[in-house]
C-alpha cells in the first residue's frame, strides 16, 4: 500500500508504515566523517608537534648513543697510549 503525502508544492510517495528497526546506515559515510574529526582533533591539541618533539627526542638518543660507542672506541687507545706514555 503506498502513501502519499502532500506538504505544500512536495508530494512525497512512501511505502506505507515500516518498523523502526529497519534501519539503513551509511557506514563509508560515517567513516569518512570519523577521519575528518579525528584530523580536526589531531590538528587542534598539536599533535604534529608532539610528534615532531618525539622525534627530535628519539634522534637525540641515537645521536648519543653514537657519540657514546664513538667516546669508548676512541676512550680505549687514549687509555692505552697513556698507559705506554708512563
Not at 21 to 44: C, G, N, P, S, T
Not at 63 to 77: I, N, S
Amino acid at each position: 500500500m503506498k502513501c502519499v503525502c502532500a506538504l505544500g508544492d512536495i508530494y512525497r510517495v512512501s511505502e506505507g508504515m515500516k518498523s523502526i528497526y529497519d534501519v539503513q546506515f551509511d557506514v563509508e559515510h560515517m567513516a569518512a566523517l570519523i577521519e575528518k574529526i579525528e584530523a580536526r582533533v589531531e590538528k587542534w591539541f598539536f599533535d604534529d608537534a608532539f610528534k615532531m618533539l618525539d622525534r627530535i627526542e628519539v634522534e637525540a638518543e641515537r645521536e648519543r648513543q653514537t657519540q657514546l660507542q664513538l667516546w669508548a672506541d676512541d676512550g680505549g687507545r687514549e687509555e692505552q697510549n697513556s698507559d705506554e706514555s708512563d
